[in-house]
């Protein structure tokens, strides 16, 4: 059987909380075949009477061996959702497949600039973008642009934060759509025309756009970059919606 569509045996590691509703896990997967940023899993879990249901989640950071991590927004009433970010404790086992997608990624080869728009836990697979450029300590332009409701919604913020201190080549940008920091220039909204021409490239830079969150932020943003004259062939869109099966 093809390696991605084999269910393995994950097992937690470790946790890291993001949020007051967000956690990494750290899984430790034996025979994982490796993965790019942008890719993800599929996670299955299977109750005693045998029913199961499987999701899928961003792998949020680049390849390391066994290693595999990935950061789980907890949805109100979210049936896998819950269980991972409440439940789900250090040496339990879970299975997990992959990795899956070939079209939302970044190689880090490429030297093009990329601007990186993520709407909530959207930022998870960016995220692998980000980290995976810093380790492979390419030069490729990166603008990413995170909407979020409010400061205590931010994911990796301490990281980020030291990264564009850091690296000249990465600029970085929050949004707050509900309240934003005490002192901050723009009043919290949603994502529009003049944050995109703000914060992201120009389109005759030809970066390579990559947008990811919910579907309506998704096409929101899609479609406003197309207006600013970015080519459709280089938009790139990740969209988290439902994945029940
Ligand atoms: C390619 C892909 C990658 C993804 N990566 C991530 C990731 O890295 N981190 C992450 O946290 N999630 C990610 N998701 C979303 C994830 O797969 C689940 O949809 C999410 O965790 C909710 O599952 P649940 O079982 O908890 O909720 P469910 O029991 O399926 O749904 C409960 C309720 O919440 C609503 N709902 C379901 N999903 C969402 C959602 N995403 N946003 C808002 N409402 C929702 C449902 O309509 C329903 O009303 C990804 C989705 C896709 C398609």
């Given at each position: 059987m093809n390696a991605r569509l084999e269910w393995r045996v994950a097992t937690l590691a470790g946790i890291r909380t993001e949020t007051a509703t967000a956690r990494t896990l750290l899984l430790d997967v034996p025979g994982w075949p490796g993965h790019v940023p942008g890719q993800h899993v599929d996670v299955r879990l299977t109750d005693e009477d045998g029913y199961s249901t499987q999701r899928s989640y961003s792998?949020?950071?680049?390849?390391?061996?066994?290693r595999v991590e990935l950061t789980v927004q907890r949805v109100n009433n979210g049936e896998v959702s819950e269980y991972l970010t409440?439940?789900?404790?250090?040496g339990d086992p879970v299975e997990l497949r992959g990795p899956v997608g070939g079209w939302f990624v970044w190689h880090p080869s490429r030297t093009a600039p990329a601007l990186l728009v993520a709407g909530g836990s959207g930022i998870v697979p960016l995220m692998a973008m980000v980290r995976s450029r810093r380790d492979a300590r390419s030069r490729a332009p990166f603008r990413l642009i995170h909407s979020v409701?409010?400061?205590?919604?931010?994911?990796?913020a301490s990281e980020l934060r030291r990264a564009a201190r850091d690296d000249g080549g990465l600029d970085i940008a929050t949004l707050f759509t509900r309240s934003a920091p005490a002192g901050s220039v723009r009043t919290p909204g949603r994502i529009g025309p003049a944050d995109l021409e703000l914060y992201g490239w120009p389109p005759q830079f030809e970066p390579t756009c990559f947008v990811c969150g919910p579907t309506g932020f998704v096409e929101k943003v899609a479609n406003t970059l197309v207006g600013l004259g970015?080519?459709?062939?280089?938009i790139r869109t990740e969209r988290f919606g439902p994945t029940g099966d």
């Open positions: 792998l949020a950071a680049p390849a390391d061996g066994d409440d439940t789900f404790a250090v409701r409010s400061p205590s919604d931010q994911f990796y970015h080519d459709p062939r280089r």
